[in-house]
């Protein structure tokens, strides 16, 4: 059974740069893409981008300028940079698995991580 | 790019069916067959109900359907349960290779 695990900072500053791994059990991560979606709280899903083996990258149009998302298939991870962050990236951070080749059928989910900015 | 069309509620009864719309373009629901729904209870990660406009994952009941006309795709679920009170989100990939969600949905059963 697949199973994924976010982590890192719940807390972060304005204008700092959020960070968050997530970790990827009982399943390989090749052929796989792999995402990250977030929620503020009370509102609805938003895609942040996906990676699809180490160099393959999609990101939403909004956040292209301030986002890299990264994978270590060694340690069976791959992770989140958010830079110059604001109140409006506070959310519940999802990372997921589609097995669609990038199509959006999300199969998979982490429990979700909120991180909260504020000084 | 902006979100995908819902209702912001819907409700019925036990044993009833609805459906929940999700309007989007020609540039992404109306172009593709990769519109997906998700049910997410309060608290939850979402829960993959279809995929590919009409799919269910193995494990999803069959309660649960899906279908699409032109820019517009929909979500039904028949016999209505009590568990089925949720929110629900659609999706659709885009022609900039992105993804995008529908505003949400919720769902009161009566």
């Known amino acids: 059974q697949v199973q994924l695990q976010e982590s890192g900072p719940g807390l972060v500053k304005p204008s700092e740069t959020l960070s968050l791994s997530c970790t990827v059990s009982?399943?390989?991560?090749?052929?796989?893409?792999w995402a990250w979606i977030r929620q503020p709280p009370g509102k609805g899903l938003e895609w942040i981008g996906y990676?699809?083996?180490?160099?393959?990258?999609t990101y939403h149009p909004s956040l292209k300028s301030r986002v890299t998302i990264s994978v270590d298939t060694s340690k069976n991870q791959f992770s989140l940079r958010l830079s110059s962050v604001t109140a409006a990236d506070t959310a519940v951070y999802y990372c997921a698995r589609d097995s669609s080749r990038g199509y959006g059928d999300f199969d998979y989910w982490g429990q979700g991580t909120l991180v909260t900015v504020s000084s | 790019q902006s979100a995908l069309t819902q209702p912001a509620s819907v409700s019925g009864s036990p044993g009833q069916s609805i459906t929940i719309s999700c309007t989007g373009t020609s540039s992404d629901v109306g172009g593709y067959k990769y519109v997906s729904w998700y049910q997410q209870h309060p608290g939850k990660a979402p829960k993959l109900m279809i995929y590919e406009v009409t799919n269910r994952p193995s494990g999803v009941s069959n309660r649960f359907s899906g279908s699409k006309s032109g820019n517009t795709a929909s979500l039904t679920i028949s016999g209505l349960q009590a568990e089925d009170e949720s929110n629900y989100y659609c999706s659709s990939y885009t022609t900039s290779s992105t993804l995008i969600f529908g505003g949400g949905t919720k769902l009161t059963v009566l």
């Open positions: 990676i699809y083996s180490t160099v393959s990258t």
């Open positions: 009982g399943g390989s991560m090749s052929s796989y893409y």
